[in-house]
């Protein structure tokens, strides 16, 4: 059996266990994500280019007829249960994704019950795949199936991102709930933060493979510089507003714009403003790149987008650093950046296959400068959340 389908049997079962086998048990797939390009740029209102891979996180939910909520990680051996009618913060960080997904619900006004809920994943913690997203989303999906929401995708996006924000109290954009949710595989999408519409842009180069290398380390700067980049760009945009009021986000601002108010800036802002600017143009670029299978320009576009968000967005360390510099001396290597939020995390790397074995060896003697332990994956393009049903179910006995 494949690793991913002992996932599934592992979650059916524990799932039958508690729930002694009931026939509306549901089990749902939410993967991870990988971003080819656009960092930072999602809660700038603006452009990113996600797509959901191969490692997921495996949800087996079944309603029940009182309000008792019970979560179950199969990976943490850890449970919590609460009252579905008055979510509240759990002493565990993994229940709050969850518990944030009811209380947004009920928020929005929508009328849930009880559930069982267990789940397993293959998504590595805290290597910048997004696994918190991929379980806020699941969690939103299976809830929206088992209670007949009727709630759109997109919306679904929007609540899970929403938990993260409000419950768990990451103010992370929109980027990883909506890669999780909205991929079609084999793609990647093209997607407009701020009003949400997204064009899938086919990934036609069979001979490339995407290849993540994790750092094995995750900076304890990360969540608070995250938040304080935010803030710097907010506060570059409060500059230009003041001349032009139209400008809600860096997203209305220009080049030019930003040149003619360059004195009124600190530098920081000045900086940070640049790179989003910067990055959403190199997304716009990376698309055309991609529709006209130009993987050149699109590996050129990877090495720039690191190089402004090492130095312009000051969001990488030495570790994603040594990696990408290995990487960019390999001939079989199209373009490589640190991905997602940055200090840690993983790298992005899209490596002809021919090139796989030495790209292999190379990356392990920068992993020694590194001194952590080599985790190299290479990763699939995969649709979004999905209900495996009874028949995807039967084919994994
Ligand atoms: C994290 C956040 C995303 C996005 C990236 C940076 O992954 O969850 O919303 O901001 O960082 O691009």
Redesign the pocket.
């Known amino acids: 059996m494949k690793p991913q389908n002992q996932l599934v049997s592992l979650v059916k079962s524990e799932l039958e266990r508690r729930t002694s086998g009931s026939s509306s048990a549901l089990v749902v797939r939410s993967p991870g994500r990988l971003?080819v390009i656009?960092?930072?740029?999602?809660?700038n209102d603006g452009f990113?280019m996600p797509s959901a891979i191969d490692r997921a996180i495996y949800i087996g939910l079944s309603p029940r007829l009182d309000s008792e909520g019970n979560l179950h990680s199969i990976d943490f051996q850890e449970s919590h249960s609460f009252d579905v009618k008055h979510p509240v913060k759990s002493p565990k960080a993994w229940a709050n994704y969850l518990v944030g997904v009811v209380d947004e619900l009920k928020k929005g006004g929508y009328s849930i019950g009880g559930f069982d809920c267990v789940f397993a994943g293959d998504i590595p913690i805290g290597a910048?795949l997004?696994s918190?997203?991929a379980v806020e989303a699941g969690l939103a999906f299976a809830l929206n199936t088992a209670f007949e929401l009727q709630i759109g995708r997109t919306e679904l996006a929007a609540i899970a991102?929403r938990a993260?924000n409000n419950f768990v109290g990451?103010k992370?954009?929109?980027?990883?709930?909506f890669a999780s949710l909205l991929s079609e595989g084999s793609s990647v999408l093209n997607l407009d933060c701020r009003s949400l519409e997204y064009d899938l842009i086919p990934f036609k180069a069979p001979d490339i493979r995407f290849v993540l290398c994790d750092t094995g380390v995750k900076h304890s700067l990360a969540s608070s510089e995250?938040n304080l980049r935010r803030q710097e760009c907010e506060r570059a945009v409060n500059v230009l507003r003041q001349s032009s009021s139209h400008i809600e986000s860096l997203r209305d601002a220009t080049l030019e714009m930003l040149e003619a108010h360059r004195m009124e800036l600190d530098g920081t802002a000045y900086k940070r403003a640049l790179y989003v600017l910067e990055e959403n143009a190199r997304v716009e670029s990376a698309a055309s790149a991609l529709r006209s299978d130009d993987f050149k320009a699109l590996g050129e576009l990877l090495f720039m987008s690191h190089a402004g968000l090492r130095d312009k967005f000051e969001?990488s360390c030495d570790e994603l650093n040594t990696l990408v510099d290995a990487a960019s001396e390999i001939e079989a290597v199209v373009g490589a950046r640190m991905?997602?939020?940055?200090f840690g995390g993983c790298t992005l790397n899209l490596v002809h296959e021919d090139g796989l074995s030495e790209f292999n060896e190379r990356i392990m003697l920068a992993y020694d400068k590194i001194g952590t332990t080599p985790r190299i994956y290479e990763c699939r393009l995969m649709p979004g959340t999905e209900i495996l049903n009874n028949q995807s179910l039967r084919e994994l006995d």
């Open positions: 971003n656009g960092e930072h740029t999602d809660y990113v910048g997004s918190s997203a991102q993260e990451v992370c954009g929109i980027m990883d709930q995250y969001v991905m997602g939020g940055g």
